[in-house]
Every structure is written in C-alpha cells, then in structure tokens.
C-alpha cells in the first residue's frame, strides 16, 4: 500500500454509518422511508455534515441534499441516497452517501489535491413515490404534473402533502449545470453474492440494468364456489397461477445468460375463499441490460398470456407499466477504479453488471459515470439483516477516496 496517498479516515466513516444507522433504526436495520421522520433527520444530518468537507449544503425543492464547492479545478459528483425500502437494510444508499462526504473531506482541503469533490444525496431511489425522483428532477426529467400525480404507495400519501410537511414545498428543485461535472461515482454494497463468494473486495460496475414491468389482468368469471362446476369456472386465478408456471417453462430458452424475471404481486378479486375470481392481476418484471433480449421477452409474455386465456376460458390484457434503458458505466471510470482497487484492495476487483437499479444510471444520461461495490454478506439486501463487514467497507472507502483523486487528477 502507498503510504503517500491520504487515505479515508476509517474509524469517521465507520461512525458517521453507524449514526445514520440510529436513525429510524429497526432491528438490526432500518425503517427510513421518503419523507418519513427519520429520512428528514438523516437529511437535515448530512446537510450538517457538509461544511467538514468545505461544501456548501441545501436540500432542494424535491429533498435531494447537494453539497457544492468554491474551490476552484474540476468538479466530481458523488453521492447515494438515504431513504430505506420498508424495514430494511442500513448501508443501501448510505453507504454511497457517506464515502463521497469522506472523499470530499479528504480531498477538497487538501491544497495538494486538484479539484473537488461535490456530494449528493439523492430522494426516493427507493420508489416510494416513483421511479428515481430525485435523481431524475436533477437531470430535468422530471415534472410538476408526475409530483402532482405521485402517492406513497404504502399509505397513497400525495408527494405534495410529503413535501410540505417535510418544509421542502416551495424550494426550487435543483438541476444539473451541464458541464460543471467530469462524472459522477457511486458506491453501494453488491446486494449479491459475487464478491463475496470470490474472495473479491471490489466490484467494478460495467452496465446497470433496465427494468421492465407488467401488469397482467385476466378477466374471467366470478362465481360460487360451491355449486359451480370445475368444468364450468372460468377461474382467472388459476390463468394467473398458470401464466406463473407457463413463463418459468418458456423464459429460459429465450433469455440471456443475467435475466432475471419476478411476479411481485398477484391480486385476486374479490379474493373471498368462497368466490370463484372474477379478475386477477399480476405485477411482473423482466431485468436485464440487452433491449433486445426483454423485446424478444415480452413477445414470449404475450403469447404466453394468451395461450393462457384461451386455455382457462378468461380474457387476458398484458400492459407495460415501466421501461428502464440499460446504462453504460464509463470506461475511463471503470479503469480508474481498478487502479485504486490495485492500491488499496490488492488488485481484489472484477468487472461486473449491476442487477439492481441505482442512481447512476440517470445521471449517465447526461455525465459519464462509474459505480464501484462492496461485498454484501449472504448477499442479503432490503432485509433488516443486510450487512457488510468492516474491513470491506474501510477498505472500499480508500478505494473510492483513491478513485475520486485520480480521477480529479486525471
């Protein structure tokens, strides 16, 4: 290791975690969710936190936290976010959030060091409202008409009401300054296994999925379910069901080497044990970061859809709700950070895709971008048991720290 390049300060990042960890503590993780209590606090935290690194902190007008700096040379964004999915896990987000506040202490006072590193903490990349809202409103895409239209979807909270009960409402909603930025680094714990079941310290993020969703709904015939018939029911929980089993048998032959594909929720209505389902409705999702695999996907769905309709006497309509573009991480950012990884890791490091969605892939569409993981024990993520050791998080913090220099210097 080369003593010459200052390092993260490891016992301030491991403390300023285990702090954010209080707030809203549940068990052995979190309960944070967008614009709950304890997010506001963690928010109103950081922005304290800021002046350590020579930043100037607000939180805007959609509750993104953005630390900027005076000091003159290049600039790099860096940042996360702080909200939690429901009793959930406590390094999904803040760890990104607070190696990028310890890169900008280490980096912007240190008169040696070029440039500086500006810190965000972006707002509800856990889609309790919508689908990366704060990070979206800062690269201009998004409205005033899709915060009018987004609830909570725990509780149908309007976003509107949130916001001025957090003191947000009002504020100008901060955008990107096209230009001001190299980049932007993110890092996260891997929410997987790889790293960990590799020995490996750090994973260099090469793509960032796209996520497509599905609302399925049959129509069939409700009924009760005592006099009627087996060979009379048009039962469309069972098409559903069957659909489940039909794309478990038909997707693998289509799809590629990283597909993933989920049923999140099926609903049944009027779902009484003594009523034959008139309707069902299903939540499904398709990831992966080739367009053209999901496109090939979705055709598969549909007629899988209605070869089930058909087959279950029901009527079936297949809706796409969601379309994610995949994200390139950029090269020059992606041999950066195996070049830290050499330092401070020993070289410890693979490229790898990203499975899960993250901000990153928004602030690609108008920055290069890079994202570099930790490993996750168990692999385990958005469960109270979420955890990374130690070692692997001071260790990953010298690696971003390294990251951030180099590219500032490059």
């Known amino acids: 290791m080369k003593d010459h390049h200052s390092k993260a300060n490891r016992a ?10 209080a707030i809203g503590a549940y068990k052995t993780g979190v309960h944070r969710p967008t614009f ?45 976010h702080l909200e939690s999915q ?20 280490v980096i912007n006072p240190d008169p040696s060091a070029k440039g500086a590193v500006e ?33 909570d979807r725990t509780n149908a909270r309007p976003m509107r009401e949130a916001l001025q009960a957090a003191g ?25 296994r790889t790293l960990e079941g590799a020995n490996l310290a750090v994973g260099v993020v090469t ?38 089993v039909a794309i478990d048998g038909g997707f693998p ?40 695999i999901v496109e090939r996907l979705e055709a598969c769905l549909r007629e899988l859809a209605a070869e089930t309709g058909t087959a ?12 994610g573009k995949p994200a390139m991480m950029d090269e020059k950012f992606q041999r950066t950070i195996e070049e830290a990884a050499s330092t401070f890791a020993d070289g410890k490091s693979v490229r790898m895709p990203s499975g899960a969605g993250h901000d990153a892939q928004v602030l690609a569409t108008i920055m290069p971008a890079g994202m570099l993981f930790v490993p996750s024990i168990d692999g385990i993520s958005h469960h109270w048991n979420e955890n990374t050791t130690d070692a692997d998080i001071v260790r990953g913090a010298d690696v971003f720290v390294e990251t951030c220099r180099l590219l500032l210097a490059s």
């Open 12 to 21: 301030r990042v491991l403390a300023d975690l285990n702090a954010l960890r």
């Open 36 to 80: 709950s209590e304890p997010h506001i606090h963690s928010l109103q935290w950081l922005l304290q936190k800021l002046p350590e690194a020579e930043l100037a902190g607000e939180i805007d007008g959609i509750g993104n936290v953005l630390g900027t700096s005076a000091k003159a040379g290049p600039k790099l964004l860096a940042g996360s």
């Open 86 to 105: 429901n009793f959930a896990g406590w390094l999904d987000g803040p760890l990104g959030v607070i190696y990028a506040l310890e890169a900008a202490r």
């Open 119 to 151: 810190v965000a903490s972006w707002c509800d990349e856990e889609g309790h409202f919508g689908q990366f809202l704060g990070s979206r409103s800062y690269v201009s895409d998004v409205t005033e008409q899709e915060i009018d239209a987004a609830r």
């Open 168 to 192: 947000f409402a009002g504020r100008p909603r901060r955008t990107a300054a096209r230009g001001r930025h190299l980049g932007y680094l993110e890092a996260h714990i891997e929410q997987g």
């Open 207 to 244: 793509s960032i999925v796209g996520i497509w969703q599905y609302r399925i709904t049959f129509t069939g015939e409700q009924n009760h379910a005592g006099t009627t018939r087996m060979k009379d029911r048009k039962d469309a929980g069972l098409a559903a069901a069957r659909l489940c």
């Open 253 to 292: 032959s289509a799809c590629g080497p990283r597909t993933v594909w989920t049923t999140g929720r099926i609903t049944l209505d009027p779902g009484a044990p003594s009523i034959i389902p008139g309707r069902a409705e299903m939540l499904f999702q398709v990831r992966d970061d080739s367009p053209a």
């Open 312 to 323: 279950s006497g029901c009527g079936v309509e297949v809706e796409r709700i969601r379309t």
